[in-house]
Every structure is written in C-alpha cells, then in structure tokens.
C-alpha cells in the first residue's frame, strides 16, 4: 500500500483515520508490527486507531488472499497542549492599566487586550479580563486573566500640627 500521510493532532481532538492506497481487487488488512503484531482491522484502506503509534498496512488482493510483501508503516502523533497560567497580575501606577504575566511552555500568540512582549502582556485596561492563547508544536490552549481590582492604596488623613492663635496686627503664620 501507499500511505496518504501520518498524521499529527492535539490532544483533545478527534483521532483521525489512518489510510493507505491500494489498487483494484485490493484491500488492507492493518496490524500492530512490521511483522508478525496483532491483526487490528481487516478489509478496509482507512484505520482509525486509539491511541498514538505507528500501524501498518499490507495489500491483500481480494481475489486470491495474496498478500504484500511488506507494510506500509502510517504513524498518529498526539501533541500535549502548552501548559498555560497566570503567573500574577499588577495594576499600574495611575491604575488605568496592568500587566499579567504568563506561565506558559509556549509562545503567546494572541490575546484579547493590551499587548504582548514576551511571556507578559502590558497596558491591558484596568476592570477588563482578557483571553491569553499559547501555542507549542501546532497546539494551543487558552486563558482567562481576571483583572485584578486597581484600586487606590489607603492614604492616610493628614494630621493637624496644632492650631494657631495670634493678635491683631500680627503676621498670619502657615498652618
């Protein structure tokens, strides 16, 4: 048989068929070896696995049973998604924006507010959440950042130094 590609998803996704070409008069019989392995299907060019490996395909002509000479190896690669999480968030000094940074294996490539540089995303509004996306290997995997409260710190009153009693005619002193 032909093989028509291996194929690589992420987890997660549906395991797709595994398929070979054969020609007329032809079907496959698939296996879990090169040689000898575990009959897995027989009589069809498409074998959906479950899990990731390598699968083998061998002719068999319908006809006489005669079988190819060798299999065709088609591989299934299931990639990990990137591990994503928020590291922390931190309002800025006016507290019209923060920052977050991203714990991720991966590279950020979106995000639903402010601007990436690096694995930190700056001047994302304040009192807005946003969606951060990493990518690894064709796979991504995505985030809510919950805006943190920017509020102002607590500042203390002023206290008084005393009040101040003076006569007519005297200069007025600073209070």
Known sequence: ????????????????????????????????????????????????????????????????N????????????????????VASTNCSTDLLTYTATISTNGTITTTTGGTISGNTVINIPANTSITVTTT???????IVVNAPVCICPAVPSPTSNGNQTICVGQTLPNL
Do not use: E, F, H, K
């Open 136 to 142: 690894l290997a064709g796979c991504t995997n995505s």
């Open 1 to 64: 048989p032909t093989s028509n590609g291996n194929q690589t998803i992420c987890v997660g996704q549906t395991l797709p068929n595994l398929s070979v070409a054969v020609g007329s008069n032809t079907t496959v019989d698939w296996y879990s070896a090169a040689s000898s392995g575990t009959l897995l299907q027989t009589g069809n060019t498409n074998y959906t696995p479950t899990a990731a490996g390598t699968y083998y395909a061998q002719a068999r002509n319908t006809i006489n």
């Open 66 to 85: 005669c079988t190819s000479s060798s299999r065709t190896a088609v591989s299934l690669t299931i990639n990990a998604l990137p591990t994503i999480a």
